[in-house]
């Protein structure tokens, strides 16, 4: 079955420089993306996905880049603020098994 | 509602004791997935409902470990004879349609301690 894994475990920033958080996924059928940010005691919720047919996608300080070759996509959040910190998961999800495998999560921290 | 709704938010029971944990999705939604998540540790698929097709249980870790899905729609995962370890929050997600590949839109949380 499908096996995603991201990193880094733990990151910290100052406010205004970039994050790059990884992921890389085993099944070559996956097809979609999606990534979450978790808020302590809250749901995660989505905050960007790419599907399978494209290789990049902007939404205002956020970007998500896929490689479907290395089987690899990367989140990247520009000027970072104090309220990005949170938890962020990459998943993956393929057509045939519908099933919604998440990594291990990174713990975002953003200094002032 | 305007989002998913689970039940009870927090639940503290006895080991040994059997609990029922309650999702209710955004009308409309076919797709109903549930995910424990321990503390400070990702999310662990447990079972995936879709429409009137047999739920893909392969993620529930042992067999008193169970989840049905009435006509549709409100789910009930239930642990029966609980054990410490069952401690961690149980998040239910749920979306709209398969082909598209639309978002899952995740509950708050039931938090279970077992003690």
């Known amino acids: 079955g499908e096996n995603v894994e991201q990193h880094p475990s733990t990151l910290s920033v100052q406010e205004g420089d970039s994050a790059v958080i990884k992921c890389t996924y085993s099944?070559?059928?996956?097809?979609?993306f999606p990534w979450y940010k978790q808020e302590l005691g809250k749901g995660p919720q989505l905050i960007i996905d790419?599907?399978?047919?494209?290789g990049e996608k902007k939404d205002q300080r956020i970007a998500v880049t896929l490689n479907k070759t290395a089987k690899h996509f990367s989140l990247h959040i520009t000027e970072t603020q104090p309220e990005d910190s949170a938890v962020y998961f990459c998943?993956?999800?393929?057509?045939?098994?519908?099933?919604?495998?998440f990594g291990t999560g990174t713990r975002l921290q953003v200094f002032p | 509602g305007a989002g998913v709704s689970q039940s009870p938010s927090n639940k503290v029971t006895e080991k040994g004791k059997d609990v029922e944990l309650r999702c209710d999705p955004i009308?409309?939604?076919?797709?109903l997935y549930w995910y424990r998540q321990s503390l400070g540790q990702g999310l662990e698929f447990l079972i995936y409902?879709?429409?009137?097709?047999?739920?893909?249980k392969s993620g529930l870790p042992s067999d008193r470990f169970s989840a049905e899905r009435t006509g549709g729609s409100v789910s009930t995962l239930t642990i029966q004879r609980t054990q410490q370890e069952d401690s961690a929050v149980y998040l239910c997600?749920?979306?709209?349609?398969?082909?598209?590949?639309?978002?899952?839109?995740f509950g708050q949380g039931t938090r279970l301690t077992v003690v």
């Open positions: 009308s409309g939604h076919t797709a």
């Open positions: 409902f879709q429409g009137n097709s047999a739920p893909d």
């Open positions: 997600a749920s979306s709209f349609d398969r082909v598209e590949n639309t978002e899952a839109f």
């Open positions: 998943a993956a999800k393929t057509y045939n098994t519908d099933k919604l495998i």
């Open positions: 790419i599907r399978s047919n494209v």
């Open positions: 099944d070559s059928a996956s097809n979609y």
